[in-house]
């Protein structure tokens, strides 16, 4: 290996293909234990069409994509009219694990943004997925500074 080169330098990040759907569903599906080919569909038509400006990536190893990252531009939610992108849906291929790939994906993800004039990306985590917490912590994403809740509506029907 060159000394001179990072090691997240190694992955080719490339963006996101409709061809590339197959190949997300299998990694997605090798992390989370079940097939969201739906989800994902819907997570891939929108992230490549919604805004018009495409900022979704994958991540290739051995001439295979080995991991992605869905994301979408969003001029605003909540009353908040300030530009961010979102990642949606962010994956490595087990196997990939611990070669750079979620760094690379990142890194070019965060380029592509600040050129698009985009100063944030935001995503959520599972409090239960302490390695990807510890993993978007290290990349330098902080607690963001408002408050998610949810309503269980069939809980709370009187």
């Not at 531009?73 to 949606?88: H, I, N, R, S, T």
């Not at 993993?135 to 902080?142: D, L, S």
């Amino acid at each position: 290996m060159d000394l001179d080169v990072a090691p997240r330098d190694l992955v080719l990040v490339r963006s996101l293909q409709p061809a590339d759907l197959e190949a997300i569903v299998g990694i997605d599906a090798a992390s989370v234990g079940r097939r969201r080919e739906r989800f994902l569909a819907q997570k891939m038509t929108r992230a490549l069409a919604d805004t018009g400006i495409a900022v979704s990536l994958v991540a290739l190893l051995d001439d295979h994509v080995v991991g992605f990252a869905l994301a979408r531009l969003d001029y605003g939610e909540f009353g908040v009219v300030e530009p961010a992108a979102v990642l949606d849906v962010f994956g490595v291929h087990p196997d990939y694990r611990g070669r750079h790939v979620a760094a690379a994906l990142v890194d070019q993800l965060r380029t592509n943004l600040l050129g698009l004039g985009i100063p944030t990306l935001q995503t959520e985590v599972q409090w239960s997925s302490p390695d990807l917490v510890t993993f978007f912590q290290h990349e330098g994403f902080t607690i963001a500074p408002r408050l998610c809740l949810d309503l269980d509506l069939a809980r709370t029907r009187t």
